[in-house]
């Protein structure tokens, strides 16, 4: 069974900078696609960064020039650096990945809440 898990969330002030990491475990064949989304209150669920098992990279407009997503495929895990936050970065950060087991499926984990505030 695969599990995703975020980590690195929590409070920074405006302009501050956090690193988001997801980890994926369980009987992994490959991962050929990692992505970052995020959902305030009240909002539904939004895209903010993807990269696919050729290093390519695509992002939200709302976090171009301030977030960074890689990953390191040894060790299964996704990264999101995210720097120059803002108050409307707020929101709890989902990991979501397609992954290759017996078949290939997606898989989302718990979330990580990233709050900007002063």
């Known amino acids: 069974q695969v599990q995703l898990v975020e980590s690195g969330g929590g409070l920074v002030q405006p302009g501050g900078s956090l690193r988001l990491s997801c980890a994926a475990s369980?009987?992994?064949?490959?991962?050929?696609?990692m992505a970052w989304y995020r959902q305030a209150p009240g909002k539904q669920r939004e895209f903010v960064a993807a990269t696919t098992s050729g290093d390519s990279t695509n992002y939200a407009d709302s976090v171009k020039g301030r977030f960074t997503i890689s990953r390191d495929n040894a060790k299964n895990t996704g990264y999101l650096q995210m720097n120059s936050l803002k108050p409307e970065d707020t929101a709890v950060y989902y990991c979501n990945a397609h992954i290759l087991t017996t078949y290939w499926r997606d898989y989302w984990g718990q979330g990580t809440q990233v709050t900007v505030s002063s």
């Open positions: 369980g009987s992994i064949f490959s991962i050929n696609y």
